[in-house]
Protein backbone atom coordinates (compact mmCIF):
# COMPACT_ATOMS: atom_id res chain seq x y z
CA UNK A 1 0.00 0.00 0.00
CA UNK A 2 2.57 2.46 0.51
CA UNK A 3 3.93 2.58 -3.02
CA UNK A 4 0.44 3.90 -4.15
CA UNK A 5 0.48 7.73 -4.82
CA UNK A 6 -1.84 10.32 -3.05
CA UNK A 7 -4.76 11.64 -4.72
CA UNK A 8 -6.72 14.59 -4.50
CA UNK A 9 -10.44 14.32 -5.70
CA UNK A 10 -12.43 17.47 -6.41
CA UNK A 11 -16.06 16.97 -6.81
CA UNK A 12 -18.00 14.65 -4.50
CA UNK A 13 -21.53 14.83 -6.16
CA UNK A 14 -23.38 11.67 -6.73
CA UNK A 15 -20.80 9.80 -8.66
CA UNK A 16 -17.55 11.45 -7.25
CA UNK A 17 -18.69 10.39 -3.61
CA UNK A 18 -18.76 6.67 -4.66
CA UNK A 19 -15.45 6.98 -7.14
CA UNK A 20 -13.69 8.43 -4.28
CA UNK A 21 -14.81 6.24 -1.55
CA UNK A 22 -13.36 2.92 -4.06
CA UNK A 23 -10.08 4.36 -3.93
CA UNK A 24 -9.57 4.60 -0.01
CA UNK A 25 -11.12 0.99 -0.58
CA UNK A 26 -8.45 0.04 -2.65
CA UNK A 27 -5.84 1.51 -0.45
CA UNK A 28 -5.18 5.02 -1.74
CA UNK A 29 -4.91 8.20 0.43
CA UNK A 30 -7.44 10.74 -0.37
CA UNK A 31 -7.67 14.10 -0.13
CA UNK A 32 -10.80 15.75 -0.89
CA UNK A 33 -12.77 18.89 -1.94
CA UNK A 34 -15.93 20.08 -2.64
CA UNK A 35 -18.19 22.87 -3.05
CA UNK A 36 -19.97 21.53 -0.16
CA UNK A 37 -18.36 21.42 3.17
CA UNK A 38 -21.04 19.21 4.41
CA UNK A 39 -20.75 16.65 1.90
CA UNK A 40 -16.53 16.59 1.78
CA UNK A 41 -16.95 16.48 5.75
CA UNK A 42 -19.49 13.47 5.81
CA UNK A 43 -17.40 11.50 3.21
CA UNK A 44 -14.15 12.40 5.02
CA UNK A 45 -15.81 10.51 8.07
CA UNK A 46 -15.64 7.17 6.62
CA UNK A 47 -12.47 6.24 6.28
CA UNK A 48 -9.02 7.37 7.65
CA UNK A 49 -7.75 7.59 4.60
CA UNK A 50 -9.44 10.52 3.51
CA UNK A 51 -8.35 13.61 4.75
CA UNK A 52 -10.41 17.67 3.92
CA UNK A 53 -8.59 20.04 1.94
CA UNK A 54 -8.53 23.69 2.92
CA UNK A 55 -8.34 25.12 -0.18
CA UNK A 56 -7.54 23.69 -4.21
CA UNK A 57 -4.10 24.77 -3.97
CA UNK A 58 -3.27 22.71 -0.21
CA UNK A 59 -5.32 19.79 -2.43
CA UNK A 60 -2.51 20.28 -4.77
CA UNK A 61 0.31 20.42 -2.28
CA UNK A 62 -0.89 17.02 -0.90
CA UNK A 63 -1.17 15.34 -4.19
CA UNK A 64 0.99 13.24 -6.73
CA UNK A 65 -2.62 13.18 -9.05
CA UNK A 66 -5.14 15.07 -9.31
CA UNK A 67 -9.10 13.97 -10.03
CA UNK A 68 -11.94 16.01 -11.25
CA UNK A 69 -15.39 15.41 -11.15
CA UNK A 70 -17.20 18.25 -12.03
CA UNK A 71 -20.13 19.67 -14.27
CA UNK A 72 -18.22 20.70 -17.39
CA UNK A 73 -15.10 22.11 -19.01
CA UNK A 74 -15.00 25.57 -17.50
CA UNK A 75 -15.48 24.37 -14.09
CA UNK A 76 -12.81 22.26 -14.62
CA UNK A 77 -10.46 25.03 -15.70
CA UNK A 78 -11.42 27.17 -12.90
CA UNK A 79 -10.66 24.23 -10.62
CA UNK A 80 -7.45 23.64 -11.59
CA UNK A 81 -6.40 27.39 -12.86
CA UNK A 82 -8.11 29.32 -9.99
CA UNK A 83 -10.07 32.81 -10.40
CA UNK A 84 -10.01 36.43 -9.22
CA UNK A 85 -11.49 35.12 -5.89
CA UNK A 86 -9.48 32.10 -5.56
CA UNK A 87 -6.58 29.80 -6.57
CA UNK A 88 -6.59 26.53 -8.56
CA UNK A 89 -4.96 23.42 -7.37
CA UNK A 90 -2.49 23.87 -10.43
CA UNK A 91 -0.55 26.43 -8.02
CA UNK A 92 0.40 23.39 -5.14
CA UNK A 93 1.34 20.95 -7.70
CA UNK A 94 5.03 20.38 -8.11
CA UNK A 95 6.40 19.34 -11.72
CA UNK A 96 5.36 15.58 -12.67
CA UNK A 97 2.15 15.70 -11.45
CA UNK A 98 -0.71 14.15 -13.42
CA UNK A 99 -4.47 16.06 -13.67
CA UNK A 100 -7.05 13.12 -14.50
CA UNK A 101 -10.55 14.88 -16.03
CA UNK A 102 -13.42 12.16 -15.12
CA UNK A 103 -16.02 15.18 -16.12
CA UNK A 104 -17.89 15.41 -19.10
CA UNK A 105 -16.02 18.13 -20.56
CA UNK A 106 -15.77 19.60 -23.98
CA UNK A 107 -12.68 18.25 -26.08
CA UNK A 108 -11.53 20.93 -27.51
CA UNK A 109 -11.47 22.66 -24.58
CA UNK A 110 -9.36 19.60 -23.00
CA UNK A 111 -6.89 20.04 -25.28
CA UNK A 112 -6.41 23.93 -24.49
CA UNK A 113 -5.93 22.77 -20.76
CA UNK A 114 -3.40 20.16 -21.44
CA UNK A 115 -1.42 23.05 -23.63
CA UNK A 116 -1.22 25.10 -20.54
CA UNK A 117 -0.43 22.39 -17.94
CA UNK A 118 2.15 20.86 -20.01
CA UNK A 119 4.18 24.13 -19.90
CA UNK A 120 3.80 23.96 -16.50
CA UNK A 121 5.45 20.24 -16.65
CA UNK A 122 2.30 18.44 -15.37
CA UNK A 123 0.21 15.79 -17.19
CA UNK A 124 -3.06 15.85 -18.01
CA UNK A 125 -5.40 12.89 -19.47
CA UNK A 126 -9.59 12.86 -19.70
CA UNK A 127 -11.43 9.98 -18.43
CA UNK A 128 -14.74 10.42 -18.43
CA UNK A 129 -17.10 7.75 -17.75
CA UNK A 130 -19.88 5.79 -18.28
CA UNK A 131 -22.86 3.80 -16.59
CA UNK A 132 -24.35 6.38 -14.30
CA UNK A 133 -24.75 6.18 -10.28
CA UNK A 134 -25.73 2.34 -9.67
CA UNK A 135 -22.06 1.73 -11.67
CA UNK A 136 -20.70 4.41 -9.53
CA UNK A 137 -21.27 2.81 -6.69
CA UNK A 138 -20.23 -0.76 -7.66
CA UNK A 139 -17.36 0.14 -9.01
CA UNK A 140 -18.06 -0.80 -12.30
CA UNK A 141 -18.13 2.39 -15.02
CA UNK A 142 -16.70 2.69 -18.08
CA UNK A 143 -13.95 4.73 -18.19
CA UNK A 144 -12.76 6.20 -21.36
CA UNK A 145 -9.15 7.34 -20.71
CA UNK A 146 -7.40 10.08 -23.72
CA UNK A 147 -3.65 10.99 -23.55
CA UNK A 148 -0.09 9.93 -24.08
CA UNK A 149 0.13 6.38 -23.24
CA UNK A 150 2.79 7.30 -20.23
CA UNK A 151 0.14 8.86 -18.35
CA UNK A 152 -2.38 6.32 -19.27
CA UNK A 153 -0.63 3.83 -17.97
CA UNK A 154 0.20 5.83 -14.80
CA UNK A 155 -3.08 6.34 -14.16
CA UNK A 156 -4.64 2.58 -15.06
CA UNK A 157 -4.44 1.54 -11.70
CA UNK A 158 -6.58 4.37 -9.80
CA UNK A 159 -8.96 3.97 -12.86
CA UNK A 160 -9.35 0.20 -12.39
CA UNK A 161 -10.43 0.52 -8.66
CA UNK A 162 -13.85 2.72 -10.31
CA UNK A 163 -14.55 1.10 -13.23
CA UNK A 164 -12.79 -0.56 -16.33
CA UNK A 165 -10.99 1.60 -17.93
CA UNK A 166 -10.57 2.07 -22.14
CA UNK A 167 -8.11 3.52 -23.90
CA UNK A 168 -9.70 6.07 -26.74
CA UNK A 169 -6.80 7.84 -28.09
CA UNK A 170 -4.92 11.16 -28.03
CA UNK A 171 -5.92 13.83 -25.26
CA UNK A 172 -9.48 14.82 -25.93
CA UNK A 173 -11.18 11.68 -27.40
CA UNK A 174 -11.97 10.34 -23.66
CA UNK A 175 -14.37 13.12 -24.11
CA UNK A 176 -15.09 13.36 -27.30
CA UNK A 177 -16.37 9.25 -27.02
CA UNK A 178 -18.35 10.30 -23.69
CA UNK A 179 -20.26 13.37 -25.34
CA UNK A 180 -20.85 11.19 -28.49
CA UNK A 181 -21.48 8.23 -26.38
CA UNK A 182 -24.47 10.30 -24.09
CA UNK A 183 -25.86 11.31 -27.81
CA UNK A 184 -26.77 8.27 -28.80
CA UNK A 185 -27.78 7.06 -25.54
CA UNK A 186 -30.39 10.33 -25.57
CA UNK A 187 -31.36 9.28 -28.96
CA UNK A 188 -32.11 6.24 -28.19
CA UNK A 189 -33.71 7.40 -24.67
CA UNK A 190 -36.51 9.38 -26.74
CA UNK A 191 -37.16 7.27 -29.34
CA UNK A 192 -38.23 4.88 -26.82
CA UNK A 193 -40.51 7.49 -24.76
CA UNK A 194 -41.78 8.13 -27.92
CA UNK A 195 -42.90 4.62 -28.82
CA UNK A 196 -44.67 4.10 -26.16
CA UNK A 197 -46.19 7.17 -25.94
CA UNK A 198 -47.67 5.66 -29.74
CA UNK A 199 -48.05 2.32 -28.36
CA UNK A 200 -50.14 3.12 -25.50
CA UNK A 201 -52.29 5.42 -27.55
CA UNK A 202 -52.86 2.86 -30.13
CA UNK A 203 -54.24 0.29 -27.12
CA UNK A 204 -50.98 -1.51 -26.98
CA UNK A 205 -49.69 -2.29 -23.24
CA UNK A 206 -46.06 -0.49 -23.09
CA UNK A 207 -44.80 -2.98 -20.95
CA UNK A 208 -45.36 -5.50 -23.10
CA UNK A 209 -43.75 -3.19 -26.45
CA UNK A 210 -40.57 -2.52 -24.18
CA UNK A 211 -40.49 -6.28 -23.79
CA UNK A 212 -40.55 -7.11 -27.69
CA UNK A 213 -38.33 -4.01 -27.96
CA UNK A 214 -35.82 -5.98 -25.42
CA UNK A 215 -35.48 -9.09 -27.64
CA UNK A 216 -35.41 -7.47 -30.79
CA UNK A 217 -33.27 -4.78 -32.64
CA UNK A 218 -34.85 -2.16 -31.10
CA UNK A 219 -33.11 -3.23 -27.62
CA UNK A 220 -31.14 -0.18 -26.20
CA UNK A 221 -29.83 1.06 -23.01
CA UNK A 222 -33.42 2.68 -22.10
CA UNK A 223 -35.00 -0.47 -22.68
CA UNK A 224 -33.02 -2.51 -20.59
CA UNK A 225 -32.35 -0.60 -17.63
CA UNK A 226 -34.80 2.76 -17.81
CA UNK A 227 -38.65 1.85 -18.91
CA UNK A 228 -39.49 -0.33 -15.88
CA UNK A 229 -37.52 1.55 -13.17
CA UNK A 230 -38.32 5.10 -14.06
CA UNK A 231 -40.37 5.37 -17.03
CA UNK A 232 -43.60 3.13 -16.93
CA UNK A 233 -43.92 3.96 -13.02
CA UNK A 234 -43.29 7.60 -13.91
CA UNK A 235 -40.13 7.62 -10.88
CA UNK A 236 -38.48 9.97 -12.84
CA UNK A 237 -35.61 9.17 -10.32
CA UNK A 238 -31.94 7.78 -12.01
CA UNK A 239 -29.76 10.31 -10.65
CA UNK A 240 -28.60 11.65 -14.00
CA UNK A 241 -30.29 15.20 -14.54
CA UNK A 242 -31.69 16.27 -17.53
CA UNK A 243 -29.71 19.30 -17.72
CA UNK A 244 -26.01 17.37 -17.73
CA UNK A 245 -27.85 15.36 -21.06
CA UNK A 246 -28.63 18.41 -22.38
CA UNK A 247 -25.01 19.57 -21.59
CA UNK A 248 -24.02 16.56 -23.14
CA UNK A 249 -25.78 16.41 -26.43
CA UNK A 250 -24.70 20.21 -26.92
CA UNK A 251 -20.83 19.29 -26.53
CA UNK A 252 -21.43 16.44 -29.17
CA UNK A 253 -23.33 18.97 -31.15
CA UNK A 254 -20.96 21.71 -30.96
CA UNK A 255 -17.65 19.14 -31.59
CA UNK A 256 -19.63 18.14 -35.11
CA UNK A 257 -20.42 21.85 -35.98
CA UNK A 258 -16.48 22.62 -34.97
CA UNK A 259 -15.26 19.91 -37.45
CA UNK A 260 -17.79 21.64 -40.41
CA UNK A 261 -20.27 18.44 -39.86
CA UNK A 262 -24.08 19.37 -39.57
CA UNK A 263 -25.71 16.59 -38.19
CA UNK A 264 -29.70 16.91 -38.51
CA UNK A 265 -30.46 13.94 -35.84
CA UNK A 266 -27.62 15.41 -33.58
CA UNK A 267 -29.63 18.77 -33.80
CA UNK A 268 -33.39 17.50 -33.56
CA UNK A 269 -32.13 15.63 -30.30
CA UNK A 270 -30.58 18.35 -28.88
CA UNK A 271 -33.65 20.81 -29.61
CA UNK A 272 -36.02 18.09 -27.98
CA UNK A 273 -33.84 17.99 -25.12
CA UNK A 274 -33.63 22.21 -25.05
CA UNK A 275 -37.52 22.24 -25.03
CA UNK A 276 -38.00 19.00 -22.26
CA UNK A 277 -35.43 21.28 -20.35
CA UNK A 278 -37.21 24.54 -20.76
CA UNK A 279 -40.38 23.08 -19.61
CA UNK A 280 -40.03 20.64 -16.98
CA UNK A 281 -38.60 21.74 -13.22
CA UNK A 282 -35.08 22.82 -12.35
CA UNK A 283 -33.25 19.49 -11.42
CA UNK A 284 -35.64 17.21 -13.30
CA UNK A 285 -34.10 13.93 -13.89
CA UNK A 286 -33.65 12.90 -17.54
CA UNK A 287 -35.90 10.18 -17.55
CA UNK A 288 -38.21 12.52 -17.30
CA UNK A 289 -38.51 13.62 -20.70
CA UNK A 290 -41.02 10.91 -21.11
CA UNK A 291 -43.44 13.36 -19.21
CA UNK A 292 -42.74 16.45 -21.23
CA UNK A 293 -42.84 13.81 -24.75
CA UNK A 294 -45.95 12.74 -23.69
CA UNK A 295 -47.60 15.92 -23.02
CA UNK A 296 -46.04 17.44 -25.96
CA UNK A 297 -47.56 14.39 -28.45
CA UNK A 298 -51.12 14.44 -26.16
CA UNK A 299 -51.71 18.05 -27.34
CA UNK A 300 -50.46 17.34 -30.97
CA UNK A 301 -52.92 14.75 -30.99
CA UNK A 302 -55.95 17.10 -29.99
CA UNK A 303 -55.16 20.07 -32.38
Known amino acids: MTNKETIGFVGLGNMGGPMARHLAQAGYKVTLLDLRPETTQ ?22 AIVITML ?3 EAVRAAALGSRERSGFVVGLAAGALVIDMSSSAPLATRALGEVLDDRGIGLIDAPVSGGVPRARDASLT ?3 GGPAPLVDRAEP ?4 MGTPVRTGPLGSGHAMKALNNYVSAAGLLAVCEALIV ?5 LDPGVLNDVLKASTGRNNTTDNKV ?3 LLPRAFDSGFALELMRKDVGMAKALAEALG ?6 RACGSLLDAATEDLEAGAD ?12 TRSAKS
Open 286 to 297: HTAAFAYLERRL
Open 199 to 203: AERFG
Open 143 to 145: IMA
Open 158 to 161: ILSA
Open 42 to 63: ALAGESERFTIAEDAAALGRAS
Open 261 to 266: LQAPWL
Open 228 to 230: ERY
Open 71 to 73: PDA
